[in-house]
């Protein structure tokens, strides 16, 4: 199951792909990681897909990560009298702790976190941004506001804040359930919904205690200015486009998206473009043009990872999605041009010994023309050091942790094979050579360059380069 391309696929499962056949379909198709959305899946059916992923995982003796993606704090206005109300721009509006019905005057605000954190000149966003409200008083108890762009509000219609900093955390009641049932189920990434500050990332980390990973998916405007610390502190992040494009001006986002993308890769750390790729794929077996367009572009902008949504976990044609995505990355990355956008995008390797041990393996299998870096990772750092030099040649990292294995999945031009720990270097170089080879990533007579920590078997210590010459014996 070697893919022909760097840039991986995520797939959100759901009432279309939910079970092992379909599964293991869309994992052919080119899936290397498989999504589940707890805004829409019980604790059972979400047991029931991991088992199901676990079953692929054995059948095709490949790593496969699992995102289990948490809803977040959900923000929604109260009932209207006749189920909705008619607000007219330039009308005054006021949200209120009362909950009795609203009226086109007032409604029901059921979040005294709201009432704490907007002040007068704040933004409100109303139904996915479709109507705008400006704050004009703020109260412990009421928010008066100006309807800048009205329209037809709905009972339960989300609020969006783009200009608050809310006191509450970006784990609810309900998301410390489901993280503890994910945790449970042994899965790899947790999706930390509506991250605003560094501290939500480090409350979810409490939980996890190394468990699983946690992804910040950036989709507030208070996410974007606080990135560098956010990035310090998270294992990876999700340009969430959806919610962002509400919170911000939609034709920042694109700007944004190539910003985060920079900013991880310099970190070093994972970065998934989401939010409707390839929306049209719902309900049609071919893509738009531009949504092609808007695909290739995350991959040239460098994106470890791109993601399907509602086309696999809800749409018609879910396996034609995949195939589609595994089509354009491949494409693109055989472009020259992208290999002049990713040494161009080059991030200068950090004062550290794995830095630069990675950066000197990417210019060793370049300059020599080598058939694959090979890496052994115990934790799966050393694979994303050397993933972050965006090598042209392939990353085969070796571990003997099935987690590391799986959370590499994620992760830019990694090929992962779990195989037990070298008993010396002798042993290392041998398998290095056999499993390259194994899996059509070296020919007899090809070079690789093995990069690995000595001692063997001690996280965090890459300290070694070896270029070794892949004899006909591997074939044996």
Not at 17 to 27: P, V
Not at 379 to 385: A, D, E, I, K, V
């Amino acid at each position: 199951m070697r893919r022909l391309r760097r840039t991986k696929v995520v797939a959100t499962l759901g009432p279309a792909s939910g079970n092992a056949e379909m599964i293991g379909r869309l994992f052919k198709a080119g899936a290397d990681v498989f999504r589940i959305n707890m805004s829409h899946t019980p604790h059972d059916r979400m047991r029931e897909m991991v088992a199901a992923i676990r079953s692929v995982e054995k059948e095709y003796s490949r790593p496969i990560g699992i995102l289990v993606d948490l809803q977040g704090p959900k923000l929604r206005v109260g009932a209207f009298a006749g189920s909705s109300a008619m607000l007219d721009n330039g009308a005054i509006f006021t949200f209120d702790a009362d909950n009795a019905p609203g009226d086109a005057r007032r409604v029901h605000l059921p979040h005294p976190e709201i009432f704490e954190g907007v002040q007068a000149g704040h933004t409100l966003l109303l139904d996915d941004g479709k109507i705008r409200l400006v704050a004009i008083e703020a109260g412990k108890n009421k928010i008066v506001t100006r309807v800048e762009v009205g329209g037809k509000l709905s009972d339960r219609k989300g609020v969006s804040l783009p200009d608050s900093i809310l006191p509450f955390s970006a784990l609810t009641p309900k998301d410390r359930s489901d993280l503890d049932a994910a945790l449970d189920a042994s899965i790899d990434w947790i999706g930390l919904s509506f991250v605003q500050r560094p501290d939500d990332i480090a409350e979810a980390k409490k939980i996890t205690r190394g468990r699983a990973a946690v992804m910040a998916k950036i989709e507030k405007p208070q996410a974007v200015q606080r990135i560098d610390e956010i990035m310090d502190l998270t294992d990876a992040i999700m340009v969430a486009r959806g919610d962002l494009g509400v919170e911000m001006p939609l034709e920042k986002v694109p700007g944004i998206q190539k910003q985060l993308t920079r900013a991880a890769r310099k970190a070093g750390k994972p970065v998934v473009v989401a939010t409707q790729m390839l929306e049209s794929m719902i309900t049609s077996p071919v893509p738009t043009r531009a949504e092609v367009s808007d695909v290739a572009t995350a991959i040239f902008d460098g994106a470890d990872a791109v993601m399907l949504s509602a086309e696999s976990a809800a749409g018609q044609f879910p396996v034609e999605a995949v195939s589609t995505m595994n089509r354009i990355a491949e494409e693109v990355e055989s472009e020259d041009t992208y290999h002049t956008i990713m040494k161009a995008q080059h991030a200068e390797p950090e004062a550290t010994g794995a830095d630069a041990i990675a950066a000197a393996a990417r210019q060793i299998a370049e300059t020599l023309d080598l058939s694959a870096i090979v890496c052994w990772t115990l934790s799966g750092s050393t694979g994303l050091r050397v993933a972050r030099e965006r090598p042209q040649v392939p990353i085969v990292a070796l571990s003997p942790n099935v987690a590391s294995g799986r959370k590499l999945s994620v992760a830019w031009g990694i090929h992962c094979i779990v195989t037990e720990d070298a008993r010396d270097t002798a042993d290392m170089v041998e398998r290095a050579c056999r499993l390259a080879f194994k899996d059509g990533f070296a020919k007899s007579g090809r070079r690789v360059i093995i990069v690995a920590g000595v001692p063997l078997g001690t996280p965090g210590a890459t300290n070694m380069l070896r270029i070794a010459f892949v004899g006909p014996e591997v074939a044996d």
